[in-house]
């Protein structure tokens, strides 16, 4: 892998993260705080039925409008036991994998600065629906997930007690399980012209 | 595009939706309510840095194990100002993406259930974080998005009120809308043999 031919020449690099890097960003927001300030944005389009495409590219942050070094584009759709024709995962999948993700970056980082080397981290995110809810059957339901529930396989060159401190401080840090976990107010507006 | 020519030769057929097969699942569903439990999944690893793969194919629904037509991998990094290499978007961009998809595709069915062809509907989502809080900076600064924004575009063959009523009605039974704004709990179990 590319990390372990930097790490062999960059004392800095642990498990792929510039741990140099991470610090001097610290140091940098500590120092201007409003740096921090970022906003993402996904741009959707339907395509038909229920498969629409987003696409995400632009975003702000640290004072200005950024882009990615490439244009994402994700579809997602029904599968057709769900009436859709499957050109996509189900949105509700998505947040699974958002979750994983951020769970996972967040491992690499603290591990990175706690001096822990990673060997493999596989996690798998299952969420619970019972659709009574959306299809509007059961007031008492609710539309989305009931539970959510991660397993975490985490190998590294630690005691397995700090490894397991490594995911309670990824969880204590993450945005997409503060997100999931605590909600965030959500404005939607029309424009029909 | 497809839907046009199905549409022409198929009366059900409304905005790519299906709407005797989605009437029929409904009743289905009411005749067998535990039809409606499903559970979703997405398999995550860790490449490198805040690098990771989501691989998205088997989920549990209608009474037994099911799959996708196809295996989907997304990737997730942080870009570069976030110390990562911008191998796909971050995690969080993932949630919106899934906000977007989510109000749409309900937006196509409810349309289609009642007898509005859609011309086009587009979307933009956004969401604004301060990265104090993910970064430990600030202990008064949550991890998650602070607020998130959605502006929706609709067009069709009905007049604007019906076509905000449109949107009511799918943020009303939107899985991740109700996710988003509600919260989930979430049990994270770890592994480290």
């Not at 599968?79 to 999948?93: F, I, K, Q, S, W």
């Not at 998505?94 to 591990?111: E, P, Q």
């Amino acid at each position: 892998m590319t990390a372990t031919v930097n790490e062999s020449i960059n004392e800095s690099m642990r498990n792929g993260v510039d741990t140099a890097t991470l610090f001097a960003t610290l140091d940098a927001v500590k120092a201007a705080p409003e740096a921090a300030k970022f906003q993402f944005r996904a741009d959707n389009e339907w395509i038909n039925g229920t498969h629409s495409r987003s696409t995400i590219h632009g975003f702000h942050g640290v004072g200005q409008e950024r882009t990615h070094e490439h244009t994402f584009h994700f579809d997602a759709d029904h599968p057709a036991v769900l009436v859709g024709r499957d050109n996509g995962p189900t949105p509700v999948e998505f947040v699974l994998h958002a979750l994983a993700a951020c769970l996972t970056a967040g491992l690499a980082n603290i591990a990175a600065a706690r001096g822990i080397r990673l060997t493999e981290v596989r996690s798998t995110v299952s969420g619970d629906i019972d659709l009574n809810g959306i299809l509007g059957l059961d007031p008492d339901i609710r539309n989305g997930y009931q539970n959510i529930t991660v397993r975490l396989m985490v190998k590294g060159d630690a005691p397995a007690e700090k490894l397991r401190e490594l995911v309670e401080q990824s969880q204590a840090r993450s945005a997409v399980y503060d997100i999931i976990t605590n909600g965030v107010p959500v404005a939607i507006s029309v424009d029909t012209a």
